[in-house]
T-cell receptor
Framework: KNEVEQSPQNLTAQEGEFITINCSYS?????LHWLQQHPGGGIVSLFM???GKKKHGRLIATINIQEKHSSLHITASHPRDSAVYIC???????????FGTGTRLQVFP | DAGITQSPRHKVTETGTPVTLRCHQT?????MYWYRQDPGHGLRLIHY???????DKGEVSDGYSVSRSKTEDFLLTLESATSSQTSVYFC?????????????FGNGTRLTVT
């Protein structure tokens, strides 16, 4: 079992829909990252959080440390949101980053 | 965007040949990392550096070596490329190695070993 699991693996949506991507992890962490990767492109850091909730534009990231779970929400989704979203956690004990395999999101007009 | 440049962006090479990938940063960040990305796997750390001439192995370091002679450059070398090293390679940087230090990634190098 992977230490970081994302769900769903693939997600399609119509423009305007509310999107939720989930990340569950099994290790104690000091921080959690959400990253975005466009097709053929580089990786962009969206959020880094260790508690609570962060918001940037239409994106919201939440984390529940007790439940070892984080969600990334996209409100009013748009085709340009189509990308792979990657969750990564920093292991509290080893200080290493552990990456999930990503959620591929496609938003259709 | 953080100033990170990876070169080349694409490379096709034959099995057994040496290959060097370059990561160049203009941010003066102390930490630099090399990751590989393969289908079905999360990003996996190959090697990292925490300063000039200071490097350490990651989880998939076999077959790879690195060098960092200047703050701004971190080189990844495949001494004798194998088909299993066909992958997309990402360089990343961070100001410190601490938990609260965000990572910034380059645009990746797609390497194909035939």
């Amino acid at each position: 079992k992977n230490e970081v699991e994302q769900s769903p693996q693939n997600l399609t949506a119509q423009e305007g829909e509310f999107i939720t991507i989930n990340c569950s992890y099994s290790v104690g962490i000091s921080a959690l990252h959400w990253l975005q990767q466009h097709p053929g492109g580089g990786i962009v850091s969206l959020f880094m959080l260790s508690s609570g909730k962060k918001k940037h534009g239409r994106l919201i990231a939440t984390i529940n440390i007790q439940e070892k779970h984080s969600s990334l929400h996209i409100t009013a989704s748009h085709p340009r949101d189509s990308a792979v979203y990657i969750c990564a956690v920093r292991d509290y004990n080893t200080d290493k980053l552990i990456f999930g395999t990503g959620t591929r999101l496609q938003v259709f007009p | 965007d953080a100033g990170i440049t990876q070169s080349p962006r694409h490379k096709v090479t034959e099995t057994g040949t040496p290959v060097t990938l370059r990561c160049h940063q203009t941010e003066n960040h102390r930490y630099m990392y090399w990751y590989r990305q393969d289908p079905g796997h999360g990003l996996r750390l190959i090697h990292y550096s925490y300063g000039v001439k200071d490097t350490d192995k990651g989880e998939v370091s076999d077959g790879y070596s690195v060098s960092r002679s200047k703050t701004e450059d971190f080189l990844l070398t495949l001494e004798s490329a194998t088909s299993s090293q066909t992958s997309v390679y990402f360089c990343a940087i961070s100001e410190s190695g601490g938990y609260n230090s965000p990572l910034h990634f380059g645009n990746g190098t797609r390497l194909t070993v035939t």
